[in-house]
Every structure is written in C-alpha cells, then in structure tokens.
C-alpha cells in the first residue's frame, strides 16, 4: 500500500479501533450520577423527590420509548446513546463536507476527534442527556446549512424542520438554546444580515449604543426567564459553563 491507498487503510484502522472501544461499553456495569436516577425516576412514572434538580422532560421521554421498545438494561440505554452517536458522527461529517468544504479524509478525521474527545467518551456510557442532545443539535445545524441554500418553499421546509429538531434538543438539555440565534438568522437571511452589517458600520455613532443596549436587554430578560423557570438549576450550568459539552 502507497500513497492515498495507505492513508485510507489507517484511517479506516482508526475508525475501527475507536469504534471498538465504545462497543465495549454495551458490556460494562450501567453508569449513573444523581441525575441519571432523576431521569430513569421519570421514565419509569416514579416521583422524584421534592428537592431534586428539574430538567426538560425529553430525555426522559426517550428513556420511556427505550424502555418500550425492550432497551431497558444497562446495553439497551447505552446502546441508545451509541446510535445517536453515531447519528452525530454522520451529521458532523456532512456538516463538514458542505458547510466548511473538506474533503472526505478531513471530515472523516473531525468525526474521529470528535469520538476521541474526552466529553464524548465520557458520557456515552452513563444515562445522561449530552449525547442524544449533541446529535440533534448537529441534525439542526445540518437542516440549517441545507435552508440556507435554498430558496422558496424549500427554504422554509428546511427551516422548519431545523426549528423543530431545535426544539427536541431544547426538551432534552436547555444549553440548545444556544440554537436559537442560529435559527433567526437564518430566518432572515444572509443577505439581510448583511445589509445590516453594513448599515452599522456607516452608523457607528448610533450602532454601538443601539447593539449595547440590546444586548443588556437580552441578559435581561435571560435573568427574569431564569428566575421564573423550574429549569433554573440547568440554566445557571449554562451560564458558570458547568456540565456536559
């Protein structure tokens, strides 16, 4: 083997022996924190104690259709996380090769740093929430690139779509919510966006004190929603950078 041959066979080395070692975990003891037991209390219809953390109630959805469809062991929740695992790999890959232009080896080597990461492989074996989030996270951010485009009904299917996968995600881990700038500006266009841009950069004088003051009132109303919500506890995880990716 030469050249691009050998380049290919140990990449696919590679890909194969990282692979393994996640494989390996469908065997190993089921892994649970504090918030694993809130989770699976959830699934399973059992209440929680009064003073546990709150969190969105999707992830204890998909533990409830897991648990339907025969998947309630120690392999079955594991294996749920292996499959949205790889739904992420894949939507990274073609994230990869549409949006950002690498060719096949480059995606191919961003999806294994990506299994190679320490939070990735760290998580895939507990009941916890970040893996199926990250897969729809990246399923929108796909539908998005593929609205933007597009042009005309298409556009707005695509669209749709990824504000629906963003909302899944959002049920799952609130730190989604991070979709939804994405979400606008898309919505509006890069052309627009554009536009925009270059409007403030003639007008700075009332640009920088107009941004300033959105971007107050935004944290504003971030507090007063944090305040008011359930989801609080996960929110100010968000905010110290604490949890999860």
Not at 92 to 111: D, E
Not at 147 to 165: F, P, S
Request: one cysteine or more.
């Amino acid at each position: 083997l030469r050249g691009p041959r050998l380049s290919r066979a140990l990449l696919a080395g590679a890909v194969v022996a990282i692979a393994a070692t996640y494989v390996v975990g469908l065997e190993s003891p089921l892994r649970m924190t504090a918030d694993s037991i809130v989770y699976l209390a959830k699934a399973a219809g059992i209440p929680v104690p009064p003073h546990s953390h709150h969190y969105p109630p999707g992830y204890s959805v998909l533990l409830r259709a897991a648990i339907h469809l025969g998947l309630g062991s120690a392999a079955g929740f594991v294996a749920v996380n292996l499959l949205m695992l790889i739904v992420a790999v894949l939507a990274l890959y073609r994230l990869c090769r549409r949006s950002m232009g690498l060719m096949p080896t480059g995606a191919v080597l961003v999806g294994l740093l990506l299994l190679l990461s320490h939070s990735v492989s760290q998580f895939v074996p507990f009941v916890m929430s970040d893996v199926p989030a990250l897969a729809l996270t990246l399923l929108c951010l796909l539908a998005l690139t593929t609205a933007e485009a597009r042009t005309g009904r298409t556009r707005l299917a695509w669209w749709l779509l990824a504000a629906a996968l963003a909302g899944a995600s959002i049920s799952i881990r609130l730190q989604e919510l991070a979709l939804i700038p994405a979400l606008a500006l898309v919505a509006v266009g890069g052309q627009r966006v554009s536009s925009v841009w270059r409007w403030a950069r003639r007008r700075p004088v009332i640009a920088i004190p107009a941004g300033a003051v959105s971007l107050l009132a935004l944290v504003a109303v971030a507090v007063l929603v944090a305040g008011a919500t359930r989801y609080g506890h996960e929110i100010g995880q968000t905010w110290g950078g604490g949890g999860g990716f």
